[in-house]
């Protein structure tokens, strides 16, 4: 079954640091999406990308973050200058039909900002 | 309008016995409610989805229940095994807005 891979599976990087989590969504989906997870709380939406750029975003998604397609398969988030609370699950997730329908979610990536 | 409630927040049930979760929704926009799965560790996987347009889908031991008017879903899980042990998440979306999610039931079956 196909599967949305993300790397790496954990991160631990100072605060004011830069990190780039890396996903590659499945390959005849269209729409991107990034989510995180605080631990023991609720999946919270970041942003959406279609098309090559963001379509949608929430206000979570403050100009600390940036997202990228920067081939045909890879889709990144980046955070310029980590904060603790930036401290989470981040989720990358695909979509073939976009909002309306499911979404197929990556393992995700433990990001422990220190 | 975007918030999708999730009751409750944790459930303990007994091997062969149903889990019932419920959730509301706000926004009469949405058009799509699935349940995830979410085992420790991994990322939500979708478990079943339902469409307004029907008021119940089941596919095996889960069933979804839908009342458009309430503006209120339900996931009931039959014969519930330990391996059923996991957070469970409903969410909504439509054409216009990203999935949105409840805060999430830990479920919990013991035998």
């Known amino acids: 079954e196909p599967e949305v891979t993300q790397t790496p599976s954990h991160q631990v990087t100072q605060m004011g640091q830069e990190v780039i989590l890396r996903c590659v969504p499945i390959?005849?989906?269209?729409?991107f999406y990034w989510y995180r997870q605080i631990l023991g709380q609720k999946v919270e939406f970041l942003v959406s990308?279609?098309?090559?750029?963001?379509?949608?975003k929430s206000e979570i998604f403050d100009d600390q973050f940036s997202v990228e397609r920067p081939d045909g398969s890879n889709f990144t988030l980046k955070i310029r200058s980590t904060k603790l609370e930036d401290s989470a699950m981040y989720f990358c997730?695909?979509?073939?039909?976009?909002?309306?329908?499911?979404?197929?979610f990556g393992s995700g990536t433990r990001l422990t900002v220190v | 309008q975007q918030q999708v409630k999730q009751s409750p927040q944790s459930l303990i049930v007994q091997k062969g016995g149903i889990s019932i979760i419920n959730c509301a929704y706000e926004?009469?926009?949405?058009?799509?409610f699935p349940w995830y799965q979410q085992f420790p560790g991994k990322g939500p996987a979708l478990l079943i989805a339902?469409?307004?347009?029907?008021s119940e889908k089941k596919e095996g031991r889960f069933t979804i229940s839908f009342n458009k008017s309430a503006k209120q879903f339900s996931l009931h899980i039959m014969d519930s095994q330990p391996g059923d042990s996991a957070t469970y998440f409903c969410?909504?979306?439509?054409?216009?807005?990203?999935?949105?999610f409840g805060k999430g039931t830990r479920l919990s079956v013991i035998a």
């Open positions: 997730a695909s979509s073939e039909a976009g909002h309306g329908y499911g979404y197929t």
């Open positions: 390959s005849n989906h269209l729409y």
């Open positions: 990308f279609y098309n090559n750029e963001i379509s949608e």
């Open positions: 926004n009469t926009a949405f058009d799509y």
């Open positions: 339902i469409r307004p347009d029907v």
């Open positions: 969410a909504g979306n439509s054409g216009n807005t990203p999935l949105v």
